[in-house]
């Protein structure tokens, strides 16, 4: 079975904080993403990327950035973290190729920040 | 570009109840379709999906059909049971592209 795992189920951070949401996944996927869930809104895209060290921008890209120096690895970085950055954060991966590609998720990251 | 419209919620229903989540989209190309399940405390986990027009997935008791002519893939279960409380996505993932378009959710919950 596909795995994968986010480093914190639950954090709190402070307005202003850099803060650093990994993922791992340990089924050799190209594929991995980041979205950010909010009630009402469903799942939106932050960033994806389909390489080690290639990355494309989603829909909501404003305010965070990330890096994936490992194939395995997918790092969301808030630069600064604000009030309208709480959310539930899930990380996703998938093979390489375009149409039926099934997304496995991980359990997400619930983030406030304060 | 590509969206999906699914029902609001939340929908309460007791145990043994028929199921119907109704999802319309909208698509420039030739997408595929997913319906995503999200239990209490839990990501996102796929429940079913079908990859070209008429197709039916289907799994867990749960079905939904591609409908081409009426852009539509409506999840139905027929007998639905407490541990089906979760929150349902539709999604689709246009043949040209990596990422889902995700609709807003439903919230269902169904009681003994």
């Known amino acids: 079975d596909v795995k994968v795992t986010q480093s914190s189920r639950y954090l709190v951070k402070r307005t202003g904080e850099k803060v650093f949401l990994e993922c791992v996944q340990d089924m050799d996927h190209e594929n991995m993403f980041w979205y950010r869930q909010d009630p009402g809104l469903g799942l939106r895209l932050i960033y994806f990327s389909y390489d080690v060290k290639m990355k494309e921008k989603g829909d909501i890209p404003e305010g965070y950035s990330v890096s994936r120096e490992k194939k395995e690895r997918f790092s969301l970085i808030l630069e600064s973290a604000s009030t309208n950055q709480t959310s539930m954060y899930l990380c996703?991966?998938?093979?390489?190729?375009?149409?039926?590609?099934?997304?496995?998720f991980g359990p997400g990251t619930r983030l406030l920040v304060l | 570009g590509d969206s999906v419209t699914q029902m609001e919620g939340p929908v309460t229903l007791s145990e043994e109840a028929f199921l119907t989540i109704n999802c319309t989209y909208t698509a420039t190309g030739y997408p595929s379709l997913f319906w995503y399940v999200q239990y209490p405390g839990e990501g996102l986990q796929l429940l079913l999906k079908a990859t070209k027009a008429d197709d039916k997935g289907s799994n867990k008791g749960f079905e939904a059909t591609y409908r081409k002519e009426t852009t539509s893939f409506h999840l139905e279960k027929g007998s639905v049971q407490v541990s089906d409380s979760a929150v349902y996505f539709c999604a689709l993932k246009d043949s040209n592209d990596y990422k889902l378009s995700f609709g807003a959710g439903t919230t269902v919950t169904v009681r003994a």
């Open positions: 996703a991966s998938s093979l390489l190729g375009r149409r039926q590609e099934t997304q496995y």
